[in-house]
Nanobody, 117 residues
Framework: VQLVESGGGLVQPGGSLRLSCSAS????????MKWYRQAPGKEREWVAG????????DYSESVKGRFFISRDNRRRTVSLQMNSLKVEDTAVYYC???????????WGQGTQVTVSS
C-alpha cells in the first residue's frame, strides 16, 4: 500500500499550489480520501475530505473557499487545489485513505508547503 503526495513547495502569500496524492495497493474507490496538515509545534488537523464517488466534499473553516479537493478514481489520485495561500497555511500536508465501517486507513508520507515572502 502506498500513498505518495507531490506538488508541495515554496510560494508567496496569495499564490497557489496544487497537491496530488497517488494511491496504489488498495481498492481506491472503496475509500474516503482526506487531506490533513501539520504545522510546526501543532497538532495534525483535518483540511478537506471527499466521498468515495467524489460527489460530496467538505472543508475546514480555515480553508473553505480557498482550497478545493477532487479525486479521479480511474487514475487513483486525489488532489488539493490551494488558492490565496496564507502564511498560516504553511505545514506538511498529508493525504489519508479511510475505509468506511472498518479500521482500515492509510497515510502518505507528507509534502511540505511553505508560504512566505
Amino acid at each position: 500500500v502506498q500513498l505518495v503526495e507531490s506538488g508541495g513547495g515554496l510560494v508567496q502569500p496569495g499564490g497557489s499550489l496544487r497537491l496530488s496524492c497517488s494511491a496504489s495497493g488498495f481498492t481506491f474507490h472503496y475509500y474516503v480520501m482526506k487531506w490533513y496538515r501539520q504545522a510546526p509545534g501543532k497538532e495534525r488537523e483535518w483540511v478537506a475530505g471527499v466521498t468515495r464517488d467524489g460527489g460530496v466534499k467538505d472543508y475546514s473553516e480555515s480553508v473553505k473557499g480557498r482550497f478545493f479537493i477532487s479525486r479521479d478514481n480511474r487514475r487513483r489520485t486525489v488532489s488539493l487545489q490551494m488558492n490565496s495561500l496564507k502564511v498560516e497555511d504553511t505545514a506538511v500536508y498529508y493525504c489519508k485513505a479511510e475505509a468506511l465501517g472498518s479500521n482500515s486507513e492509510y497515510w502518505g508520507q507528507g509534502t511540505q508547503v511553505t508560504v512566505s515572502s
